[in-house]
């Protein structure tokens, strides 16, 4: 079967080569007859089959027989020193247990930032903000007009007042108004959802990449909201889109060392500071694709929230290739050749980004995936490495695994080679899409309004299984993987979807990116 055409990647350029496109991971033999019924069937059969098994074995090899067991709890009854000794053990063994294994961290709700009216910038009014501050050549107007239809953002995107205003007035002053208006936005409703007091919060994480004034964000907020004085408090700065699950993780590992705890998650990026005046067509990129956006997540570690609670926690992990000087170098924030500061995006993103995804999914997958996707893996790297056969590494498919796909909406281009080489349908690519739409890129905090979407959408049942997966600056690649505990009813959410959710999905052309 012929190859797909791949679609043009994120940066433009008058020749594409292979550099510039994510690897295809589906490049493998297909069993087109095996249908998801057989998958969920040839998974759960090896478990029916290996049970007895594995008790005719335990049977066979204990020295043990029934007789023997009832014989012991006779003489148990009957022996007083036995019993105390035994029940010591048991209870021993039991506090152990409990005191050693992971904690279980739940996702008690969350919330997105919807800014104001007067923030949204529809792309007619991008274009003409962008003449009137005269900095742009007339290249780069065309340049930015063409971006701006191809990159997958719609007419309702949010932009700061301070970029907004002719002239534009760049000040910390007005970076700090910023990210006041989102993150307290995000945590004022998130604190009316789950009626959790500020003082409960025991543990604070923040990120932004690229604003991290003195003092912190994480600061602003315990001035702001008065959290109590021992909160064990993080600001994470400079690590890219990818940061929010960072974040989800750091609180994780703090959540096992601090019981009874809640931890406070919130991620952001500002663009006040960061909006490029100049003319590099590497760096004007970023100016089409950012928009304003902030997610304030509750985590527990309390067993008497489980009930009540959204989602559990599973599993996190996190991929870093900054070893690697192209990866590392990918994206970089620098001055180019007049002073002006901004974020270059290097022609080598797309192949970067597939590399450190490839790397997660290959940890990640034997985690999640159903053993009948498994032995596939196992059997083809055993012909590979053993017998030296000649046969193409079988690509498991990760969509068996989840119901639900929150990707990093950082462009149009990535996403459309994502949905291809994860062989996503539309349904499952939708809140991507609709998220790049409605609020653009919101760096680490895209993955919450996707999530949102789906919620929205009523689509979230109990023991649906989500995959979170944020890719970023440095470069890194990070997965969450979320198991819904209760069925979620959308109408008793409050989300920046709600008012809207009938208007979505909708029909966005995908032109090729020349």
Not at 127 to 144: A, C, H, P, R, Y
Not at 172 to 192: H, S, T, W, Y
């Amino acid at each position: 079967m012929a190859e797909p055409k791949l679609y043009t990647p994120l940066i433009l350029s008058s020749s594409t080569s292979s550099s510039r496109k994510l690897p295809d991971f589906t490049n493998t033999v297909e069993l087109k007859c095996v249908k998801l019924g057989y998958h969920i069937l040839i998974t759960h059969g090896m478990y029916l089959f290996m049970y007895p098994l594995v008790l005719l074995i335990a049977a066979q090899l204990s020295p043990f027989s029934f007789q023997d067991l009832q014989d012991l709890w006779d003489h148990l009854q009957f022996n007083l020193k036995y019993v105390v000794v035994c029940s010591t053990l048991l209870v021993f063994l039991s506090t152990l247990y409990f005191l050693t294994r992971p904690r279980p961290v739940y996702l008690v709700d969350f919330a997105c930032a919807k800014p104001e009216e007067s923030r949204k910038c529809t792309k007619e009014y991008f274009m003409e903000i962008s003449k009137l501050k005269d900095v742009f050549t007339d290249g780069n107007l065309d340049f930015q007009r063409m971006m701006i239809e191809k990159t997958g953002l719609g007419e309702s995107t949010y932009l700061p007042e301070a970029v907004l205003r002719i002239p534009p007035n760049p000040c910390m002053a007005e970076a700090r108004k910023e990210a006041k208006e989102v993150m307290f936005g995000a945590i004022d409703e998130l604190f009316e959802k789950t009626s959790i007091k500020p003082k409960d919060i025991g543990i604070l994480v923040v990120n932004c990449s690229l604003f991290n004034p003195t003092p912190s964000l994480s600061a602003m907020i315990v001035n702001h909201y008065k959290l109590r004085g021992n909160i064990a408090s993080y600001n994470l700065g400079g690590m890219g889109c990818s940061a929010g699950l960072i974040s989800i993780d750091l609180a994780k590992d703090l959540l096992q060392v601090h019981p009874n705890s809640y931890a406070l998650v919130v991620s952001t990026e500002n663009i006040t500071l960061n909006w490029y005046f100049g003319n590099e067509r590497s760096m004007l990129v970023s100016n089409c694709l950012f928009r304003m956006g902030c997610a304030a997540v509750l985590l527990s570690n309390k067993g008497s929230d489980r009930r009540r609670s959204k989602y559990q926690l599973v599993h996190t992990v996190r991929t870093h290739k900054g070893a690697d000087e192209k990866s590392f170098s990918c994206v970089t924030q620098k001055e180019d050749s007049t002073g002006m500061v901004g974020v270059s995006l290097s022609k080598d993103l797309m192949a970067v980004a597939g590399d450190a995804l490839k790397t997660n999914m290959t940890t990640l997958g034997p985690l999640v995936l159903p053993m009948s996707e498994q032995l596939p893996c196992f059997a083809t790297l055993v012909g590979k490495k053993i017998f030296k056969m000649k046969i193409k590494p079988y690509t498991p498919k990760f969509k068996l695994a989840f119901k639900h796909f929150c990707i990093h909406a950082g462009g149009r281009a990535v996403l459309d080679e994502l949905e291809k080489n994860l062989q996503l349908s539309d349904w499952q690519i939708e809140p991507s899409r609709m998220t790049l739409h409605r609020f653009g890129n919101t760096s680490s905090s895209s993955i919450w309004y996707e999530l949102a979407y789906i919620e929205a959408k009523g689509r979230m049942k109990k023991g649906d299984r989500t995959w979170q997966i944020g890719l970023g600056s440095g470069f890194k690649c990070n997965s969450a993987v979320w198991k819904a505990l209760r069925t979620v009813i959308p109408a008793n959410e409050k989300n920046p979807w709600m008012d809207e959710i009938d208007q979505f999905p909708v029909d966005i052309p995908r032109v090729p990116m020349l």
